[in-house]
């Protein structure tokens, strides 16, 4: 490898890529012959690769750039193994040496000539080629070299082995897309993973003769390989012995070696699986041209039951793509079971990888998915890492469309519990898979636009909204122009741009053309912003119908019309789509005999809300949906509102056991008024008590600042330890405002939030003390100011917070700062949290001690924030439970009280043991020595280790101290602490609220 000219390479592949921008479409073409031998021993490929690059571009090219994707798994420092961080999948990160990956052995040479070429300074998957000389316009040259790949381990890795089962894919050196926007040279990503050349594939493949190898292209001389195939095809089925069987022990390798030899012509990549294990089945599908193609099934006994048929989906997948969007050109489309990590599914060109699947109609379904891809990606070739929508989203939309044909009363399978009950009512789960998806996100105010580069997405939003979010798009597009319209638009978009590299204006350009239509609706909003679009039915008069809409464009919808129905899901008069200006405005209905109307009454729109779509033309109520009583959970209806309830059994050592109900809104997806009451009685205290939430939720905010503004107010009250004959019991009630600020796009997103908060906390007493009543009432206003930050994901997750917190006898300013360090693939981490807090005024006439600052609080909390199942007067340190507050020491002591300042240091390392974990604890305060000499202030440390368990992080985990410092020491000797009173838990019940999962789910 040589270095030379490695400066002047990057500046002219640069330069090259703006000079290109105004230049009209063409496209390179790149004919690629590799010969390779797999060595199934150390699990390496030895290949010598040839390609010739036909620049058919307007200017001569001296550089052309190229893709080394197996080094994306070689170190901790390429661009793949930050996106996996930034996912939380730690495994490529600390693998060892001998699971990585890479390509080596390079040698670029043309005509017999070395050529200069170096590695992309950012990105050791990227390389460039400094020819020595230019090819011209409408010229070729041919480059050859040799390579080595090392296979990595598959649990991190699409190219990978599992054993010596292997998923051969991007695995060879290969041309960078170069078009009219210039070069793109881009590093392998999880997301967004292709852009590629079209061309021909000449392939030939040396490895034991006793593999079973599916491959892009047909294979050439093979007789004996077909027939041997075919006897494999017809041989019994062989299944596992249980469901968490694996595919069966690899039989030894053949001594005996073979070459296949493939050959492909007008695809983009080459791929190819080997497993000695596999057994196959064969099948054929005829289309309506009369094109014959060949089907095939790869699979090994761990899934047997569930492949028996799968050629058959392999079949309908062909044939129904080929009738909706464009013929099928090629002999072979295979599917192949995979061990590797792939997710669902991987797409490469006439083959594709399954991975695990729960039953045959997932199969069908994810077969179906990765086999469209030979239209969206395979053949409609369009750079997936720019515009992700074009290959993820169009084919979700026709996946969507085969599913609801093959299995109309299938879907959801997602395997939750109770889902069959919840999702009884619903007609098109298909469709209501794509729609909770999206609304996850959508309903929280965190969606993304879909036409952004992949790499913009989180995790999350990757799905939701270029999967999900872009077939609903297109469904309301099929919805509105109808099958045969739609058809049309969609094969004029294949005709056009087959082969080739079309983009979104093309997409556009081709459906408005072949429908007449102005489709900016669809193309401009839906796929363009992220802006939740509700249109309401405000009024029915006669046969005009005035409603409102949040659209920033015209958009059309359909409306049903109704007539003496009992309910709207009968549709009486028809349905007829209408266009709706934005704002509020009317449209002439077809009926004049309608007494009401819905609009969208059969969920075919992007609508964020259905329930304020319905509207009379009689009646006190004419737009009102009726509210039923529901038990314990259920999805969304949109004929009606449901208040969910269940009973609710608590229990504290003051209260006793509390038996009540609850009732609440909170359902999925996410509401924007959501509400939660759950009355109790105490059986000891004899009072009732319990908590009540309502929060509104601005999400659907069209801001460039706030993502999301959060509106509530909360109430709760239980019972305080008595005093002697005086019982005692609390109300705090507390409102509050929470702004979400919007923090740009990617994967990894900052999440900033500004709360102000206002706690009112009234403290009752009440008995006979001597013959006298006591009515007493303590209360006190405090006002809290927050702002605060958060990175959730990564290898360093954090969390930050700064407080400042006033009240009539004082203001005070805190930091919370917690930051996370990931060491290994089980997410164990060291945690150090720091904590400062200072007081900025304070008046010593209205001070109370619990006002002051503490290293250790125990089951007590200055703003009654945690909820304890004994909570404690501050200052008593018997109390088991206990709360990471202020300095959070784990050691029970009254030390380290301050009403001036006080700063900590915590920390707790996992071991690499299943829960168990240490750790220690440095903390300083001030304090005032009285003398003979006067008053003196002064400060001291103190400091505690010892270890803990934890069941679930942060919510459920016990601590127990071993060490500490004298003056902790002292005081727990003075106190009579045994060993066993010195341990404490952490149980933050206030954390496990059921109704507010969906809101604390990361993104």
């Not at 994707?69 to 930034?86: E, F, I, K, M, V």
């Not at 990617?746 to 900033?752: A, K, P, S, V």
Request: hydrophobic residues 40%; contains cysteine.
């Amino acid at each position: 490898m040589r270095r030379t000219g490695h400066a002047i390479a990057v500046v002219i592949g640069m330069t090259g890529g703006c000079q290109a921008i105004a230049q009209a479409y063409f496209q390179q073409r790149v004919d690629t012959r590799i010969q390779v031998t797999l060595d199934d021993v150390r699990h390496r490929l030895d290949a010598y690769e040839e390609f010739d690059y036909v620049n058919n571009s307007d200017r001569a090219l001296d550089t052309i750039w190229v893709h080394l994707w197996p080094n994306a798994y070689s170190d901790r420092g390429t661009a793949l193994c930050h996106q996996l961080d930034g996912m939380d999948k730690f495994d490529l990160h600390f693998a060892s040496e001998a699971d990585r990956g890479s390509i080596d052995s390079l040698d670029f040479r043309s005509g017999g000539q070395p050529q200069s070429w170096g590695y992309d300074p950012a990105h050791r998957d990227i390389a460039w080629i400094k020819l020595s000389a230019a090819v011209p316009k409408g010229g070729t040259v041919t480059i050859g070299t040799p390579f080595r790949v090392k296979v990595p381990e598959g649990r991190f890795s699409r190219l990978g082995h599992d054993g010596r089962s292997y998923a051969i894919t991007q695995w060879f050196p290969k041309p960078a897309v170069y078009d009219r926007d210039g070069w793109h040279a881009m590093p392998f990503l999880d997301q967004g993973e292709f852009y590629s050349e079209f061309g021909s594939y000449d392939v030939r493949i040396t490895l034991p003769a006793n593999y079973v190898v599916g491959a892009t292209g047909e294979l050439q001389d093979g007789a004996a390989e077909e027939v041997w195939m075919d006897s494999l095809a017809r041989a019994p089925l062989r299944q596992a012995a249980g469901k968490h069987s694996t595919g069966g022990s690899f039989p030894p390798s053949s001594p005996r070696m073979k070459t296949l030899h493939f050959r492909q012509d007008d695809v983009h990549d080459f791929a190819w699986f080997a497993d000695k294990r596999y057994q196959v089945r064969n099948s054929q599908v005829q289309l309506p041209n009369g094109h014959v193609v060949r089907t095939r099934v790869l699979f090994t006994e761990r899934n047997a039951g569930l492949w028996k048929d799968a050629a058959d989906y392999v079949d309908e997948a062909v044939a129904h793509y080929a009738r909706w969007v464009g013929e099928y050109p090629y002999a072979m489309c295979t599917a192949v079971e995979g061990t590797i990590s792939a997710g669902g599914g991987m797409e490469y060109p006439m083959i594709t990888v399954i991975g695990d699947v729960s039953d045959a109609e997932e199969l069908d379904d994810v077969i179906t998915h990765e086999v469209g891809h030979n239209w969206f990606y395979g053949m409609l070739a369009s750079n997936e890492r720019d515009h992700p929508w074009m290959d993820e989203g169009m084919n979700s939309f026709e996946e969507l469309r085969y599913m609801r044909e093959r299995h109309p009363k299938g879907g959801l399978q997602i395997g939750l519990p109770l889902l069959g009950r919840v999702t009884s009512t619903l007609q098109d789960k298909h469709r209501v898979l794509n729609e909770l998806t999206y609304r996850l996100n959508a309903r929280r105010g965190l969606d993304q636009p879909i036409d952004l580069p992949s790499t913009c997405f989180t995790a999350l939003n990757y799905g939701a909204m270029v999967y999900s979010k872009t077939a609903l798009v297109f469904d309301q597009l099929f919805a509105y122009l109808g099958p045969d319209r739609f058809d049309q638009c969609m094969r004029a978009y294949f005709d056009a741009w087959h082969h080739e590299h079309p983009g979104p204006e093309d997409v556009r350009n081709a459906f408005e053309q072949a429908c007449g239509l102005d489709l900016a609706w669809a193309f401009d909003e839906l796929l363009g912003t992220a802006h939740k679009v509700d249109i309401q039915a405000k009024a029915l008069e006669g046969n005009m119908l005035t409603y409102r809409s949040t659209a920033s464009t015209r958009m059309p919808f359909p409306v049903t019309g109704m007539r003496d129905a009992d309910t709207l899901g009968v549709d009486t008069l028809g349905t007829v789509w209408v266009q709706a200006d934005p704002g509020r405005g009317t449209v002439t209905l077809p009926w004049k005999d309608a007494d009401q109307v819905r609009i969208d009454a059969f969920d075919r729109t992007l609508d964020i809300d259905r329930r304020n779509d319905r509207v009379r033309d009689h009646g006190l109520f004419k737009h009102s949906v009726p509210h039923r009583l529901k038990f314990l959970v259920g999805l969304e209806r949109d004929d009606r509102r449901t208040t969910y309830w269940t009973p609710a059994l608590a229990y504290n050592a003051h209260d006793g056991w509390m038996g009540g109900l609850a009732l609440y809104n909170t359902t999925f997806p996410s509401q924007k008024l959501e509400y939660v009451i759950a009355p109790l009685f105490g059986s000891i205290s004899e009072r009732v008590v319990g908590a009540g939430r309502v929060m509104y939720h601005f999400d659907r905010l069209r801001s460039r600042t706030c993502e999301n503004i959060h509106l509530g107010a909360s109430v709760n009250s239980a019972s305080l330890r008595d005093l002697g004959p005086v019982s005692r019991w609390f109300l705090r009630v507390s409102p509050s405002v929470a702004l979400d600020l919007r923090n740009g796009s990617g994967q990894t997103r900052l999440r900033h939030t500004v709360t102000y908060r206002t706690v009112v906390l009234q403290q009752h007493s009440q008995g006979t003390v001597d013959a006298t009543n006591v009515d007493a009432l303590n209360e006190d206003i405090y006002h809290v100011l927050t702002y605060s930050v958060r990175e959730p994901h990564g290898l360093m997750p954090f969390e930050a917070s700064l407080t400042a917190l006033q009240h009539p006898a004082f203001t005070r300013l805190e930091l919370d700062a917690t930051q996370r360090f990931i060491y290994d693939t089980r997410k164990h981490r060291v945690t150090l949290r720091l904590f400062a807090g200072t007081f900025l005024r304070r008046d010593d006439a209205l001070m109370h001690r619990e006002m002051g600052w503490r290293l250790y609080w125990g089951s007590s909390d200055l703003l009654f924030d945690h909820a304890y199942l004994e909570r404690q007067d501050v200052g008593r340190i018997t109390a088991a439970q206990m709360t990471k507050y202020q300095g959070g020491f784990k050691t029970p002591n009254a030390l380290g009280t301050s009403d001036s300042w006080i700063t900590a240091v915590n920390v707790e390392a996992d071991l690499p043991i299943p829960a168990l974990s240490l750790f220690g604890s440095w903390g300083a305060a001030p304090y005032v020595e009285v003398t003979q000499n006067g008053r003196r202030t002064s400060w001291r440390s103190y400091y505690e280790a010892g270890f803990g368990i934890r069941l679930v992080r942060d919510v459920m985990e016990m601590w127990v101290p071993l060490v500490y410092s004298k003056e902790i020491g002292d005081q727990l000797e003075l106190q009579g602490f045994t060993f066993l009173e010195r341990i404490r838990f952490v149980f933050a019940l206030e954390k496990l609220d059921p109704t507010r999962i969906l809101r604390r789910i990361t993104d």
